[in-house]
């Protein structure tokens, strides 16, 4: 239980103990090794003391530099709230009473900032007709509630105290009900979290019934439900407050419904190689890492789960690291519910190392491309998540009270089918947009447009040859609403492969995006595949950011992510970049900010009138290179198996390691739909492609040859055939059940996927 009784404990010194946690955290063939729990309360104790100085010099740079208003009205000081919880969280962990008399003394205090606002603009705010509350900010307001549960015993609470800090609470409790925000969302667990607490801190109140039945009005909608939100920023926050909200209800039914484990299982399965959840959505690198720690020590304690052990000392270790001794006083108070959440085991292996689907094609919409969980693994992150089927209401309300132009529903970028991270060797290579540089967003809609995310953008006019691509493509940033599936996802010995699409109805798009890992040899093959569903004049344009551009050729470009947010990023590995279709393609770079430091955008784009129907294709490699020498590539040559007239499939031979590798995708999978009504509805022929020496019906087709073998991958195909050879034959069968007053019917059905080698003379 959240505000149970107080456990005591003594710990070793903080020198000591930070001196374990340098030896022992490490991390080693994906097995976390240390004194966690017991450096979780130090640094927590570290934080409190290096709050005794920061808090007080924060409320008075607050005093001599915070103007008021009126569109925000009062904003007390931020800090004495969070100071106040972690003091009183470790008095109940520890009983020392210094810190119940440091928690009291900040939350008496916090009411007399007031004196601060100025009279004259008391009644500028209908929300302020029952008086200028003493907490204005529903995050500030739980942790105070919190404070004064974990200290409402002690000794040190005098009675005037207590009234101070209970009509403090009352006249935030009071204070929400005039914006009780509502949604599976972060904002609105805060402010339910904050009603109960306030219903529990005063319970004598007139009001306290109220503040009790609208917290769980507002707790309903994330009550077993899915978050409407996708960002990494907000998910630990809407989580947590779940968490400490369940706890304080003591109804711990919640972690018994599927859809709130899930989380546990989405944020272990996300971690990158530098041990955090990545930044997509309103994120901020490696923000909020001490938010995921305490939510996974509670999940593995709760499901008694080693994975979610491993994954929160993972990220703990790893951010710990990054960051040295000093965690702050937010991160103190995180870590301190991590140690009360926590059990003394260790945690042991890692969960597989594996490419996979996190979660699923429903709620979670990324796929991870990953060889391993350590500092130097290959990762790619792709994230295909619209705003999704569920929480209409909640959304809806949302677009209709405040101002979300240039989000999806809540929080999220228009990041549809963008590679947001990609690592290898310890180097970022591609990285996502990060957060607003202001609300409720900076100009062009910084950073959650489309043109700041590594994805195609497509526009339903056509640029002037002479005109900027960075000029034509920006616009107010709004999001366009979009619907997007997963068509395939594959793994295989030599290749993982996804297939994602994006429909935009409004602006009569379709885009496929197909990323192939090339896994022995570490490249990616990417097809961007349109289908045009309206007549019109299109624009279309594949951009990949970074900071630095080191090379630049005729069809290439080797660039890398040096700087995330002030962030110094390991430089061992460049990104090349190559556009193998040329043409009528142009391809360059622009500048742009993003994550607010100077960057660059590389493109192919082009420009054409299309007829509905119409299929345009782009093919990208993404190979990492060896930072020291960026000129080297792993493949020796690429060739368009295809040529752009071409719409049925797109297809690309790679020269690499003295063989050849062919990746060939089909573009329209209706195409090989035939017309009359029976089944199957699609033979070898109506859907046969020729790529190179291939023929085949297949959606994908891998080989790779050499001299002496070929080694080849089909999925979703009656057959395949090399030069005069057939690889792959799917038996005829007996279709009974025909349609349309069919009779019997007899063809071949599709085979899922299937693979082989044979001998070359």
Request: some cysteine.
């Amino acid at each position: 239980m959240l505000f149970g009784d107080r456990r005591r404990r003594c710990s070793l010194s903080a020198m000591a103990i930070l001196t374990i946690g340098i030896i022992t955290s490490v991390v080693m063939t994906g097995r976390v090794v240390g004194q966690e729990r017991d450096l979780y309360l130090d640094l927590a104790r570290q934080a409190f003391e290096e709050g005794l100085e920061s808090i007080p010099a924060q409320v008075e740079r607050w005093k001599e530099t915070w103007e008021p208003q009126p569109e925000w009205g009062y904003q007390p000081p931020g800090g004495p709230p969070y100071f106040a919880r972690l003091a009183g969280s470790l008095y109940h962990v520890t009983g020392e009473e210094r810190y119940a008399e440091t928690a009291i003394e900040w939350m008496v205090r916090h009411h007399e900032y007031k004196e601060y606002f100025p009279e004259e603009m008391h009644g500028v705010r209908p929300d302020y007709a029952g008086g200028v509350p003493t907490l204005t900010d529903f995050f500030q307001m739980s942790f105070f509630g919190e404070a004064y549960l974990f200290v409402k015993d002690s000794p040190s609470l005098t009675a005037e105290q207590r009234q101070i800090i209970q009509q403090s609470i009352a006249e935030g409790a009071a204070y929400v009900f005039y914006f009780p925000e509502w949604g599976p969302m972060n904002r609105a667990m805060l402010r339910a979290y904050s009603l109960l607490l306030a219903a529990k801190a005063v319970p004598d109140h007139p009001d306290a019934a109220k503040w009790d039945k609208m917290a769980r009005v507002l707790a309903a909608d994330s009550w077993g439900k899915w978050e409407e939100e996708d960002a990494q920023i907000y998910h630990p926050v809407w989580l947590i407050s779940l968490v400490r909200y369940v706890d304080a209800l003591g109804d711990q039914s919640l972690f018994d419904h599927p859809t709130f484990r899930y989380y546990f299982d989405y944020f272990t399965h996300l971690l990158d190689p530098t041990g955090m959840i990545p930044d997509f959505g309103d994120a901020r690198w490696h923000a909020n890492w001490s938010w995921y720690v305490a939510l996974l020590e509670r999940a593995a304690t709760q499901y008694d789960r080693d994975d979610y052990r491993w994954a929160a000392r993972r990220i703990f270790n790893a951010m710990h690291a990054a960051m040295g001794a000093t965690v702050g006083i937010g991160n103190g108070m995180n870590l301190l519910d991590a140690y009360r959440w926590s059990d003394e085991r260790t945690a042991t292996d890692a969960p597989p190392a594996v490419s996979e689907e996190v979660m699923e094609d429903l709620v979670g919409k990324k796929i991870v491309f990953r060889d391993g969980w350590d500092d130097n693994a290959n990762y790619l992150l792709l994230n295909y998540r619209d705003e999704g089927p569920y929480a209409r209401m909640a959304r809806d309300y949302l677009r209709n009270t405040i101002p979300v132009e240039e989000e999806k529903m809540h929080h999220g970028h228009s990041d549809e089918n963008s590679i947001v991270l990609m690592m290898s060797d310890g180097s970022v290579l591609l990285n996502d947009a990060g957060y607003r540089p202001r609300m409720p967003s900076g100009p062009w809609g910084e950073f959650r447009a489309d043109y700041y995310h590594n994805r195609l953008v497509y526009r339903t006019t056509k640029r002037g040859r002479d005109q900027g691509l960075w000029e034509f493509l920006r616009n107010s940033g709004a999001y366009r609403p979009v619907e997007t599936d997963k068509i395939e996802f594959w793994t295989a010995d030599d290749f993982d492969v996804s297939r994602t699409r994006l429909t935009d109805a409004r602006d009569g798009v379709q885009h496929d995006r197909v990323i192939t890992w090339l896994k022995q040899h570490n490249v990616y093959v990417v097809f961007d595949i349109v289908k045009f569903l309206e007549t019109d004049f299109y624009t279309l344009a594949t951009l990949w950011h970074a900071t630095t551009v080191l090379d630049a050729g005729d069809a290439h470009f080797v660039t890398g992510v040096d700087v995330i947010r002030g962030n110094e990023m390991p430089r061992n590995k460049a990104l090349r970049i190559e556009f193998p279709e040329r043409g009528i393609r142009t391809q360059g770079t622009f500048e742009l900010e993003r994550n607010l430091e100077p960057a660059t955008a590389v493109y192919q784009t082009l420009a054409s009138h299309y007829f509905a129907g119409h299929v345009e294709t782009f093919v990208t490699v993404l190979a990492p290179v060896d930072r020291v020498a960026p000129y080297e590539s792993p493949v020796d040559g690429i060739q368009v198996l295809n040529p752009p007239e071409s719409s049925a499939g797109i297809g690309v031979a790679l020269q690499i390691a003295g063989e050849e590798i062919f990746v060939c995708s089909n573009t329209d999978l209706l195409r090989e739909i035939i017309a009359a009504n029976k089944r199957p509805r699609y033979t070898l022929e109506s859907g046969r492609v020729t790529y190179g020496p291939f023929s085949t019906d297949a959606s994908f087709l891998y080989a790779r040859r050499n001299e002496q073998s070929l080694k080849w991958a089909a999925m979703h195909m009656v057959g395949v055939s090399y030069e005069d050879r057939e690889l792959f034959a799917a038996p005829w069968n007996t279709f009974t059940l025909e349609p349309d007053d069919w009779a019997t019917g007899l063809g071949a059905g599709k085979y899922r996927f299937w693979e082989g080698m044979i001998d070359l003379p």
